[in-house]
């Protein structure tokens, strides 16, 4: 046995009669859908749902299993008094999905607990499907805060615990699309929320699994998504396997992307295995930079020498002019599969020369930086390597002037320094700009500071 359906749906409290009383009424297209696939899923009789929830437990690094033989629900924080849930879990398939990803080195387990309580994640697509079919057990997961790839090799595990136990399951991932398809909405307007609805929903019409691992990061950011990560583990799930995609519904009357969509199981293609895919592309286009731009190829040799033999890499005669004769600080990050592995700079130069500075911070960041354990020989050939190279820093007055995309940010008081660069993935405001750099330097909120920015130019 293993997986026998997937499907992709929403979860807006509204969409229940018991918190919308009537305005449910204005996506009735989504209710149609919602209730299509529940009654997909009383045909299909699965011994056990999977739901991935982006409002069940979250955690950076980690997939969070919920545990217990069973969960409860309600809706208070909607203003709904009557209204319950109750479900039984399927203990045995969580324990082997514990235990798979254990050996697979996948980050997943059920410690971690915050509360045991089924969310409305959760519960808004169960409330369909109970009506129609509830002969089943469950399995509550929340994603994470992991790469695309861990998402995917995570839904590889749940379909393998499947086959494990011999268990029939439909896959269910619970999210809604943008947040901000409309001025008059709850969360505004921004113009990548149509262009994130319009590409998701693409996707997942033509089956486009490689697409979900590829989003541009800015455009999730500002589009206030909710589900991807939930995708990305339903790709995982049908990894290998040939399938009908089908989009049931898609709207976004309140400003919040609604879509619906079912995948029906044909049988195994081999060419539909992404994150093979995924991983080729990125090496390719790894290779490709690192032997062309003179500034990562020097990080990567550094490391690589340093990592297998214990020596310090001695300057390459062939690097260009700027790095040889002059000076500038510069960080060194290292990432694999999109996560940081390391990284370390200097504000001002150290060395006698730029390509120095590189050398030295490389080093370090693969084997100082306190958050990680050293980088070890065989995470060499997954390393992604990034090099900032800072502009001179200038003290202004104001915050006012600065610009989280074009100016790094550094935060003083006495002896405490902060710094943070700029163009971050999910910092896209000045305020938590500095907020981080201040916190990165121990500097209380109510302390005096001072202000620098700077540019860098960044090779990655």
Sequence with gaps: MGVIGAFVVPHPPIIL????????????????AMELVAYKISELKPDTIVVVSPHSILYKDYFHISPGKKSTGNLLQFGVTDYSMEVEYDEPFVEALTLISKNNNIPAGTIGEQNPNLDHGTMIPLDFINKKYNKCKVVKIGP????????????????????????????????????????????????????????????LKNGDFYKLLTF???????????????????????????????????????????GVAAFNILGIDN??????????NLMM??????????YLKLAKSTLETYIK????????????????????????????DGQLRGCIGTIFPTEESLGKEIIRNTILSGTKDNRFKPISKEELADLEYSVDILGN????????????????????????????????????????QIAIAREKAGIAPDEKYTLERFQVVRHK
Excluded: W
């Excluded at 998504?225 to 709207?251: P, W």
């Excluded at 660069?421 to 938590?432: A, E, K, R, S, Y």
């Design 17 to 32: 009669n018991e918190v919308g009383k009537g305005k449910e009424e204005e996506i009735q297209s989504t209710i149609n």
């Design 144 to 203: 994470s805060g992991l790469s695309p790839l861990a998402h995917y090799n995570f839904g590889k595990a749940i379909t393998n615990a499947a086959h494990m136990l011999n268990r029939k399951i439909v896959f269910i991932a619970s999210g809604d699309l943008s947040h901000k398809l409309k001025k008059d909405g709850p969360y505004g307007f921004a113009e990548e929320g149509p262009v994130f609805d319009k590409e998701v929903m693409s996707a």
């Design 216 to 258: 541009d990061d800015s455009l999730c950011v500002n589009a206030a998504e909710c589900g991807l990560r939930t995708f990305q583990v339903m790709a995982g799930v049908l990894d290998g396997l040939a399938i009908k995609s089908t989009v049931l519904s898609y709207e976004g009357p309140f400003g919040v992307g609604y």
């Design 271 to 280: 060419s539909r295995k992404f994150d093979i895919i995924y991983k080729k």
């Design 285 to 294: 286009e790894k290779v490709d930079e690192e032997k062309t731009n003179p």
């Design 309 to 336: 033999t214990g020596s310090v890499l001695e300057l390459p005669e062939d690097l260009p002019e700027e790095m040889k004769n002059n000076r500038a600080g510069a960080f060194v990050s290292l990432k694999i």
């Design 393 to 432: 820093p200038e003290v202004i007055d104001t915050k006012e002037v600065l610009d989280v995309k074009k100016y790094g940010v550094i935060v003083t008081s006495g002896n405490k320094r902060g710094l943070l660069l700029p163009n971050l993935d999910g910092i896209n405001d000045i305020d938590t």
